[in-house]
């Protein structure tokens, strides 16, 4: 990084509230611009007038407070168009630092990240813009996602700045009596709620400058996006809530209606304040000292849409042009779409009367409902209380009301789906191009720990200890600090879907379509509901005349944010950087640990149903947009939405012919007359962390590389089969044959090292043997096993990667200009990796192997401790039981260390534990975390007797990474 890019780097961090590397031990100095040139006058004047006080709360639900925000990033955005010069970059974060210092902060972020991000997709890569990467809002705003409890805990004078663990619990929300507080780890998880900001980022409701018209415009199919992507976020949680035992959501469709209560405990901007608790039986405010809109509006507006729907048209004033050229005012009637009925229920800038306040005739239902529901914590402004969580886009769907609230939305939008026609094949109609695919099986298989059979049709998911990362500067005193709050999150073990599918007429690419759906079994009801499916994954694949097996890893679902989202936590700490500027524009999307629902305990497990659809890709295909990660939910950046059909499509409308069927008869009789549909049933199980595989946690963990880093070492997987690359038997023998195996994450045979061998080409060796790939005596030939050799110069140890996703590589030997692959049906461990045409089994991804910080070429490294203190346990970390052993002398902390072998030993009597590693040597200076476990994924007695025999108070110890 060149002196320039590093200053660079270093302003938009002080502009995102993290400190340089330089001030990470000391007080943040006051931010202050560098030139000396005044600031533009046109921003100052537009500073001045903002409506939004420093210290008060910021709402992208309120008119005014949006009006503002599109005002000052419309600037920014033809500033960054305008002044693509590098040395213009400087002015333009000057004018930035100018507005941080003067607007409120959340307002200020806002506008940053929307600026920012609408304009590095479409500008030229070598425009000065793409020196900005944007931390996450996690990182910028963390105060949202920590309650403040936690804050007064980790940023007590006596933490002096040091770093801080919290081990509460993360939700200070609520209590064991109230039903809800089931539930509340889903509301609260911080990565939902970041994907909740992150998604009206994307989709502001003002639109975003379009350049070539100066205009500000809505993206594609916004309105549409903004219902579907709630709803299926409503899917989602009556699933979850059914799982822990609650009733489905009620709709708030009554605004007289008491609400419950709720208290977020959260500071909402800069520390200042805390947002306002409601307490139980407030309604939607009927006074507003400074809002004229208020409940009896919101009826109103609530009615007229509900009569524009049953007329099927929404009545409004346009204007026509006379021959005289004078313009005259005329009532017009427009019939209502999907797209444009969320925008007007929105209410953003594509609404049936362009704009969104309180005094147009439709109103903005949805906007003005999170208003007045915030409000109700203080409804006559008299005791000067913040509003609630509701206001503020990063925190609404902590609060139950949430749902609540959306699920009336949703019921209004599905009044008018009610009233829509069937899908063609709803109503025996086939498509052409369908009529000759066919689904005979579909089945979905976990990958679990090695040497755990999973039965196929059964998942698994956990609710595992995350500790969640803060370098930031205090609100409270300014001081910088690296705290570390452990929370409660859900996780998953990864798993493969296999169809068998046929196609009996031309080749075509077809789109594959998975959802599934909890079997219900409620009072008067047992079954499915069309508007419980949760859409899984989308993806195109291409098929040739004949049956074939489409393999697909849950890893490479279109719903999900791109892996590089995800805090390095385990072996590093190093935060995701938001960019708009290249296809790993997926920051906003499914976090990817929340893919599925949590399940149910016990041996049955959570029923649901799995269903696929394989229909011709030529009715959904739109030129120049393909489906990748977050697309699902959050569209592409700068292009239309991926594909032509409805979002939600095959359930975006009513299954029955009539009211005497059930969803489930419906669609069963429709599968029986599609055969490019199949419905099958799949358990989804919640146990502990210790049952799950950890090649889990290794993914969330590092960084999914575009390109390889030469010098660095990796996991090479299989996006189709999730195994990796393995040397045979840990051979370091020539021609000793590469394997596909399931990644344990401790042999060193399935890590492997890149060196850059030039144009474009690598070497690439084991770690264990430092052997290079090689394939078997330079064959052309298809089927040509890969094995390890001497390190030489020919080109059958050349390998290319070449992009097939967002992170997905098709490795290919130089020589023969084939595509490494696995042999056979790729299922199983074993199984041999050799040379191929390129097809779907070929794609790879890499993921940083995680390494010891001492050398891995040391033969034997040692550490000599002694224990001053008891060790105690601090329950289940990344699958393993973690204990905390109290240490001197002090030292610096490290990242922690996975090795083949890691183990602790007692020097006076020789008795040593081998452990499956170390998650932080010297935590706080003075303690060392460790997981005893290394070949059991149970943390029984035995092994913790053993243990305490091994490190007790007062012994010295050896900890020896071999």
Not at 503 to 531: F, Q, S
Not at 772 to 778: K, P, R, V
Request: hydrophobic share 35%.
């Amino acid at each position: 990084m060149t002196t320039s890019d590093q200053a660079t780097e270093d302003r938009v961090n002080r502009l995102s509230n993290i400190p340089n590397d330089k001030e990470k031990s000391q007080r943040i100095a006051p931010l202050v611009v560098t030139k000396s040139t005044s600031l533009d006058p046109v921003l100052l004047a537009k500073l001045a007038q903002s409506p939004v006080p420093k210290n008060g709360e910021f709402s992208t639900f309120d008119p005014v407070h949006l009006s503002y925000a599109a005002e000052i990033y419309k600037y920014f955005m033809e500033r960054f168009t305008n002044e693509n010069k590098p040395e213009q970059l400087d002015d333009i974060l000057d004018d930035l630092a100018e507005a941080k210092l003067r607007l409120n902060e959340t307002l200020f972020q806002y506008i940053f990240e929307v600026s920012l991000v609408h304009n590095q997709r479409r500008l030229p890569k070598d425009h000065p813009i793409h020196k900005i990467l944007l931390p996450d809002v996690i990182d910028r705003l963390p105060f949202k996602y920590v309650t403040s409890n936690q804050i007064q805990r980790l940023t007590s004078p006596d933490q002096n700045g040091q770093k801080a663990i919290d081990e509460k619990n993360f939700h200070d929300t609520g209590t064991p009596v109230d039903p809800e507080n089931k539930v509340a780890w889903y509301r609260e998880d911080p990565w939902w709620n970041s994907h909740h900001w992150h998604w009206h980022v994307i989709y502001p409701a003002p639109g975003v400058l379009n350049p070539d018209t100066g205009k500000m415009e809505t993206k594609d199919r916004q309105g549409e996006l903004f219902y579907y992507m709630h709803q299926q976020m409503l899917a989602r949680y009556d699933t979850e809530r059914m799982g822990a035992g609650l009733a489905r959501v009620v709709p708030y469709k009554d605004f007289r209606q008491p609400m419950p209560g709720y208290n977020a405990n959260l500071i909402a901007t800069s520390g200042k304040f805390n947002y306002g608790p409601r307490s139980e039986g407030f309604i939607m405010p009927t006074i507003r000292p400074n809002m004229q809109y208020d409940m009896i509006e919101q009826e109103v507006r609530r009615q007229r849409i509900f009569d524009a729907i049953d007329q099927g048209y929404f009545e409004h004033i346009g204007f026509v042009t006379l021959p005289d050229g004078t313009q005259e005012a005329v009532r017009k009637y427009t019939a209502i779409n999907i797209d444009l009925l969320g925008a007007t229920v929105e209410a953003n800038a594509a609404s049936i009367e362009k704009i969104s306040n309180e005094n147009t005739f439709y109103g903005s239902l949805h906007n003005l409902g999170h208003r007045l529901i915030a409000a109700a914590v203080d409804p006559l402004e008299s005791m000067n209380w913040p509003k609630g969580v509701m206001s503020d886009v990063a925190t609404a769907i902590r609060d139950p009301m949430f749902w609540r609230w959306h699920r009336f939305v949703d019921d209004t939008v599905t009044r008018w789906i009610n009233k829509q026609p069937k899908n063609p094949f709803a109503q025996g109609i086939k498509l052409p191009g369908d009529e000759t695919l066919f689904i005979t099986s579909a089945s979905v298989l976990s990958i679990g720990p090695p040497n755990v059979a999973r039965n196929p049709g059964h998942l698994y998911t956990t609710m595992e200890t995350y500790a969640m990362n803060f370098l930031h500067v205090s609100p409270v005193n300014d001081q910088n600090y690296n705290m570390t709050a452990e929370i409660k999150r859900i996780n998953y073990e990864p798993f493969n879907y296999s169809f068998d599918v046929e196609n009996t007429g031309d080749a075509k690419d077809v789109t594959v379509r998975v959802w599934i759906v909890p079997y219900l079994r409620e009072i008067g009801m047992e079954g499915l509901d069309r508007r419980l499916f949760i859409e899984m994954d989308r993806f195109e694949v291409h098929l040739e005349k004949g049956k074939k097996t489409i393999r697909r890893s849950s890893e490479s679902s279109t719903l999900l944010q791109s892996p590089k989202l995800e805090e390095n936590e385990l072996f590093d700490q190093q935060h995701v950087e938001v960019r708009g500027d290249s296809e790993d524009f997926c920051y906003c999307g499914v976090p990817r640990h929340m893919l599925l629902p949590r399940g149910k305990k016990g041996n049955v497990g959570y029923k649901f149903k799995l269903f696929v659809m394989i229909s011709d890709a030529a009715h959904d295909r739109i030129e120049g947009a393909h489906d990748r990660c977050g697309s699902v939910y959050c569209g592409l950046q700068n292009k239309k939405y991926p594909v032509k059909r409805e979002m939600g499509y095959p359930f975006n409308r009513l299954l029955q012919p009539d009211l005497l069927k059930s969803d489930e008869q419906a669609l069963l009789d429709i599968i029986k007359n599609n055969p490019n549909m199949h419905l099958s049933d799949i358990y989804i199980h919640w146990v502990g962390a210790q049952h799950i595989n950890i090649l889990r946690s290794l993914k969330l963990a590092h960084k999914q590389r575009k390109v390889p880093e030469s010098g660095k070492n990796y996991f090479i997987v299989n996006a189709s089969s999730d195994k990796g690359f393995e040397v045979k038997d840990e051979s370091t023998s020539d021609v000793a044959p590469i394997v596909q195996n399931t990644i344990v994450g401790t042999r060193d045979s399935q890590r492997f090292h890149f060196t850059d061998a030039g144009d474009g080409f690598y070497t690439i060796s084991a770690l264990h043997s430092k052997k290079n790939l090689d394939i078997t005596g330079s064959g052309q030939k298809v089927g040509t096993p890969l094995i390890q050799y001497t390190p030489h110069t020919s080109p059958n140890q050349r390998f290319k990667l070449l992009q097939s996703t967002h992170y997905h590589f098709h490795i290919a030997a130089k020589h023969s200009n084939k595509y490494l692959t696995y042999q056979g049906d790729g299922a199983s461990d074993g199984v041999s990796i050799i040379q191929g045409d390129l097809d779907a089994t070929q794609s790879w991804r890499l993921i940083l192997a995680p390494l010891n910080k001492w050398p891995i070429s040391v033969a034997r490294q040692t550490r000599e401790f002694v224990v001053r203190a008891q060790p105690t346990s601090t329950g289940v970390v990344h699958g393993h039981p973690r204990v905390v052993i109290p240490i001197e002398p002090k030292d610096v902390d490290e990242s922690g260390a996975v090795s083949s072998s890691v183990t602790v030993r007692n020097t006076a009597t020789g008795k040593k534990i081998r452990i499956y590693g170390v998650n932080h040597w010297v935590w706080g200076g003075n303690e060392l975390y460790v997981w005893p476990v290394y070949d059991s994924f149970s943390f029984s007695d035995a092994v913790l007797e053993h243990f305490k025999q091994v490190v007790f108070v007062g012994a010295k110890i050896n900890v020896v990474v071999k």
